[in-house]
């Protein structure tokens, strides 16, 4: 079983072949916006880490009344702040009884409350809507497919709990027939069957694989960005993202619930692809064949091929519980921009942010990130978001 990732959504989308391409999923319930508008975004600062000793700061997903709840994975807490910031509870320790965590790997919200994925505890922790321990439910120690002759499959990510304790778990495969890997979003029993494919997107196309001492290592290619996969807090949307580059640049959003109705609906933007140039290609080469950590390593970084000519704008995907999508583009002098984009896939305007804010909970009118400082420090802000 491969390592698990924790969902908080940091992934993105590109390929070495000039034609990237990838599945977008989200929910119809945010009212169409016929043309961009103007946003005037208001920062504020809900925890200033200069003043605590919380650490660094993991996931963020809201709570019923407005704030956020804060995983801070080297305590091992979790944190319930309202939307002023006062912290009103907190939940954990390091350990491995019912109220303890040995990780936070992953961290969303259920119906009734929250769910944490205990990865070194191999189980599943369910808190009340206060954060309160609920129940635990242990992680299968095995993915079985319907269909046994379709392969073995590795667990890359949790995203979600959904009714009847089923997961929401990105799975990969190599094909036994085509040398061909595949990832998918499905939905998986207690018991680890794969009860429901959701969405199936392409595999990480930015590694080269080589030979490290007789074992199979790979290489990252640079400018090259993995298939944008996002899921809804809620785990009831999924986002992903297809890019096509011939005959025309576009992004395309495809349409659909988890659980819901399997037909999906596609809108598509025009973009500008990015140009990589050869300057820039060969300093990345050149950085690559310096920081590698093992001889061989720096052998098949220095004999990389496929490194894009050009590049979707798009680096990253984040999906708010209303169906609304941030799309973060390349950095710019000015900052980070965001392309946000409503459920009916009208682009509703671009906010740019400074590059030290990251973006970790969206929505249409108020999202949340994390300010670092020179100093490593980090600031747990909150965006209100105004539409003109």
Known sequence: M????????????????????????????????????????????????SEVTYGAIGAIRPTRDGGVAVTFPQERVIRFFAANGNLLSETGQRGAGPADFATLTAFGTTASGFWVFDRNNARFSMLTATGKPSRTVPMPTSIRPRDPATGEFNLVAI????????????????????????????????????????????????????????????????????????????????????????????????????????????????????????????????????????????????????????????????????????????PSAKGRVWAVVDGNGQRIGAITLAKNIELRLVSRDRSWGVRTDDDGIEDLVQLDVRWR
């Not at 599945?23 to 103007?38: F, H, I, Y």
């Open 2 to 49: 491969t390592p698990i990732a924790p969902s908080d959504g940091k992934s993105a989308l590109s390929s070495a072949s000039g034609v990237w391409r990838a599945l977008v999923a989200l929910a119809l319930l945010v009212p169409a916006v016929t043309r961009a508008q103007q946003p005037t975004v208001k920062v504020a600062t809900i925890i200033s880490g």
């Open 159 to 330: 995203h979600g709990v959904a009714p009847g304790d089923t997961m929401l778990v990105a799975v990969q495969r190599r094909s036994p027939v085509a040398n061909e890997r595949i990832q998918a979003l499905f939905r998986m029993s207690p018991a680890g069957q794969l009860v429901e494919e959701v969405i199936r997107v392409p595999a990480d196309p930015c590694f080269q694989e080589t030979t490290v001492e007789g074992q199979l290592g790979s290489v990252r290619i640079p400018f090259c960005v993995a298939p944008l996969l996002a899921v809804s807090p809620n785990g009831s949307r999924v986002v992903a993202l297809r890019v096509d580059v011939t005959p025309v640049p576009r992004a395309c959003l495809r349409t659909r619930l988890v659980g819901g109705p399997g037909a999906t609906t596609e809108h598509c933007l025009p973009f500008t692809p990015e140009v990589t140039t050869i300057r820039q290609r060969d300093s990345a080469g050149a950085e690559l064949v310096a920081k590698a950590p093992h001889p061989d390593l720096k052998r098949a970084a220095a004999a990389m091929t496929g490194i894009p000519t050009t590049h979707p704008p798009y680096t990253r995907a984040l999906l708010g519980d209303d169906g609304v999508i941030w799309l973060q583009e390349g």
